[in-house]
């Protein structure tokens, strides 16, 4: 039993807190008010039941009364977001959700009736969080309006209601249009259940009858639909009236049916074809009407480009908005009854304005919106029985007869010039991956499997084909390979689909090579996983081998690729060096996909043959990030024999002897695979030669032969020597011909030396300019504090103060 003090404290603890700003703390007191709902049902229920009411059931009723007035208090005029939301979560709390009662205890309430507590003020509140900016309380306020009887509604003047619905439905403004809709539904559900579906066929032919009168004007005047005459905010409303319909009433059904077959199709396909010209035009932010064209040349030269800014983009939002309302109207007519409110003539309809705006529309907004109508649609023609497509008007084109079509016409190339070349393809693939998603299990996934191996020939064949189409089969790919639903189905492709993805890269055509980079970005994601960290760089053995896979299981899953890779390899350095850069570019895949194995113990599988490619790779490339990777790939396969050859060439390179001239391409190589080598530290791999490595670290440093490297080299020498640490000495030389990229990691490398030796290091502090000294203090900024730090302070505040560096003092 919960006692008068505990409610107190409950009731002081909810009336300061009910303004809390973090989500994650409101979902905690509204948490904690539900344990006490619980344990008021569980407390009072039986005694309740047995008529034995003793007091503290009146503290349980007091308690209630007060946190109901406390949760309509919370959402009177002014009341901000925080407060609106925690007082329709305890609201949901008492009327929607389970916890003052539940299926077998609800004598409590049932006692209590906390329903006859609300006042028509109170009802009146929820209706005014109808028009909140926030559609989750918009959501809320009508669930909870809906748990009202109806005797509570009959102070409520509906019919204003309804006017007040219809005027916000003409706005301009999304918020108002928003809560003109749940205005909508909460008529329809005040409403008695035998008027409910009449009603709600009399709303959508007023609505359905304004839009046909706007639509005819602004034929005539497309501007006008940006502005006076704007039609998405009725489509909503059309379609909030179809959300709320069940279609149980059978004696609706009929009026139905000519509603839709009769009236709302044809005003939308009115509506379609008056906004295609926008949505469809090859740049539809930029889409001049022409009657904006003499507007334009009767300003100058900036007034007519704000004009055409702020206009163009006003009728692009109108159009593609009206878009989404049909779609999202035609998503809702497709769970009606078949045939008694649509019939065949409607579906096929349906499926040529889903078909249009998948293909031919440019504007993401507008097929984006399409998609999730279009796989309803593909779900409900999967269901029908196939002697329910054939009618009186004619074959209706199946799912798989779509696909079939589709993939022809890109292997052909005919009616595809319709299709979007830009924008990934558009619409494109989402239509065919929402047919694929909705097949039914029966099949087996027949059409996935036909579609893909249809699909791969197409995107394999950019040497000989038009490239649009290869461009929109790899496109279509990527997507299939992305989606979830068919994680499983299409794993089994995802070794032809490498192999199609890699082989793109070697194209002359930039838009294949680019299609091909997008394909194998969604295959490594479905093979290595999500990434789990925001890391863009590739995984090496220090990474906890996070997005990777052992060779033996790479290979065992895609056995042809161990030869498809090393052959890619020897072909791509053989044309290379010719010196076109794109062969360069075609040996990133490769090496991308080596970066991310390691090597096994498991099996025969041996990464050893690709050692020498990728050294190559490392030491000839002209592309630096072609380089990085290759180190990263070395690094991360290389096994212990491995490391021997690794050791030797890096000394060969780097300890230049005879006056041998190296390549500052070939020295960088060289220097990002020591670097990748010295941040493994003494691991397993490296135990037997981790001493040869430091050797050479400590020889480079003693040398002469780093001062003709370029700045870039210089900058990685001095990252390696701050991460060995081999000893506290910095090479005065390398402090000497300090500049440019070089400052940042030898100020990083002085005040590791700095903080970590002696007093007898500060030496080298005078010797440094104004530019080092200043990223010295950087970096020790960034360091742990040690006992060093007192001879340090004052020496640097003495500099920063000689400089008048009041910034850099200040951190």
């Known amino acids: 039993v919960i006692g008068k003090t505990d409610f107190r404290l409950i009731t002081l603890f909810l009336s300061t807190n009910a303004t809390e700003q973090h989500p994650a703390s409101r979902h905690k007191i509204l948490t904690g008010v539900k344990k006490i709902f619980i344990r008021i049902r569980e407390s009072a229920e039986l005694v309740v039941r047995n008529d034995n009411k003793p007091a503290w059931i009146d503290d349980y009723i007091s308690f209630l009364k007060w946190i109901l007035e406390l949760g309509f208090d919370c959402l009177r005029e002014g009341a901000n977001m925080s407060r609106r939301s925690t007082g329709l979560g305890i609201l949901q709390l008492m009327f929607l959700d389970d916890h003052l009662r539940d299926e077998t205890k609800s004598s409590f309430f049932r006692f209590a009736n906390p329903v006859s507590w609300v006042k028509n003020e109170h009802i009146s509140a929820l209706i005014a969080i109808l028009d909140d900016p926030f559609e989750t309380c918009q959501r809320t306020a009508l669930n909870i309006l809906r748990c009202f009887p109806r005797d509570a509604l009959s102070f409520l003047d509906l019919d204003n209601i309804l006017s007040v619905a219809f005027e916000q439905l003409l706005s301009l403004k999304t918020r108002t249009v928003y809560g003109a809709a749940y205005r909508l539904k909460f008529y329809l559900c005040a409403q008695p259940p035998e008027k409910s579906s009449e009603r709600a066929i009399g709303i959508c032919r007023q609505l359905i009858s304004r839009v046909s009168e706007r639509i005819e004007f602004v034929s005539s005047a497309l501007l006008s639909i940006a502005e006076s005459h704007s039609v998405y905010g009725l489509l909503h409303g ?48 930029g889409f001049i009407p022409p009657d904006l064209l003499y507007t334009l040349a009767a300003h ?160 394999d064949s950019w040497r000989h084909l038009d490239t649009t189409l290869c461009v929109h089969a790899m496109n279509v790919l990527r997507v299939v390979f992305r989606d979830a639903r068919m994680a499983e189905a299409a794993g089994a492709w995802a070794e032809p689909g490498l192999r199609t993805a890699i082989g793109a890269f070697a194209a002359d055509s930039w838009s294949v090579r680019n299609a091909g980079s997008q394909l194998l970005t969604a295959l490594l994601i479905r093979i290595f996983g999500v990434p789990q960290t925001n890391d863009k760089s590739l995984p090496t053995v220090s990474s906890a081998r996070v997005n990777c896979l052992s060779a033996f299981e790479f290979f065992r899953r895609y056995p042809s690729m161990l030869e498809f890779l090393l052959s890619t390899l020897t072909t791509r350095e053989k044309q290379s060096s010719s010196g076109c850069l794109n062969d360069e570019f075609a040996l990133f895949p490769a090496v991308i996909i080596l970066a991310r194995l390691y090597p096994s113990l498991e099996g025969p599988t041996s990464l050893a043959p690709f050692v020498p490619h990728l050294l190559r790779v490392a030491f000839t490339s002209r592309i630096e990030k072609l380089r990085v990777l290759s180190t990263a790939a070395l690094a991360a396969i290389c096994e212990p024999d491995d490391w021997l050859l690794l050791v030797r060439s890096l000394q060969s390179i780097l300890i230049a002897e005879n006056g041998t001239t190296v390549g500052q391409n070939t020295v960088n190589g060289a220097l990002l695979l020591l670097h990748s080598v010295v941040s493994q530290g003494n691991s397993s791999n490296l135990s037997v030669h981790y001493e040869a490595v430091i050797d050479i670290v400590k020889k480079l440093k003693k040398s002469t032969s780093w001062l003709t490297w370029c700045e870039y080299n210089k900058a990685l020498l001095a990252e390696i020597l701050a991460f060995t640490a081999v000893d506290d000495k910095v090479p005065l030389k390398m402090v000497e011909f300090a500049k440019g990229s070089l400052v940042a990691p030898l100020g990083r490398l002085l005040a590791d030396n700095l903080l970590t030796s002696t007093s007898a290091c500060w030496k080298q502090w005078h010797a440094l300019d104004a530019r080092l000294k200043r990223a010295v203090i950087a970096s020790m900024a960034k360091c742990t504090p040690t006992e060093n730090e007192r001879h340090i302070l004052p020496v640097v505040v003495d500099e920063l103060i000689v400089c008048q560096d009041e910034f850099t003092l200040r951190k």
């Open 238 to 285: 059309v379609g909030a009236v179809l959300q709320s319909e069940t279609f149980d009433d059978q004696s609706c059904l009929t009026e139905w049916h000519e509603l839709v077959g009769g009236v709302l199709l044809p005003a939308c396909g009115r509506v379609a074809e008056v906004v295609a010209p926008v949505v469809h035009s090859a740049s539809p932010e």
């Open 300 to 459: 100058d030269e900036l007034t007519a480009a704000r004009i055409h800014s702020r206009t163009c983009q006003a009728l692009l939002v109108s159009c593609w908005r009206s878009l989404k309302e049909m779609s999202s109207i035609f998503e809702q007519l497709v769970r009606a009854p078949y045939p008694s409110v649509i019939d065949q003539k409607a579906l096929e309809w349906m499926s040529s304005y889903y078909w249009l705006q998948l293909t031919e529309c440019k504007h993401f907004g507008a097929f984006g919106t399409a998609v999730d109508g279009f796989t309803r649609l593909c779900e409900r023609l999967w269901s029908l029985p196939r002697d329910a497509l054939e009618g009186q008007l004619g074959s209706l084109p199946d799912p798989q007869r779509w696909l079939d079509d589709l993939v022809s016409s890109l292997e052909s190339g005919k009616e595809s010039t319709k299709l979007c070349t830009t924008r990934r393809s558009a619409g494109l693939p989402h239509l065919v991956c929402a047919i694929l998603a909705t097949e039914p299990k029966s099949r087996e996934a027949r059409s996935l499997d036909e579609t893909l191996s249809r699909l791969l020939v197409v995107a």
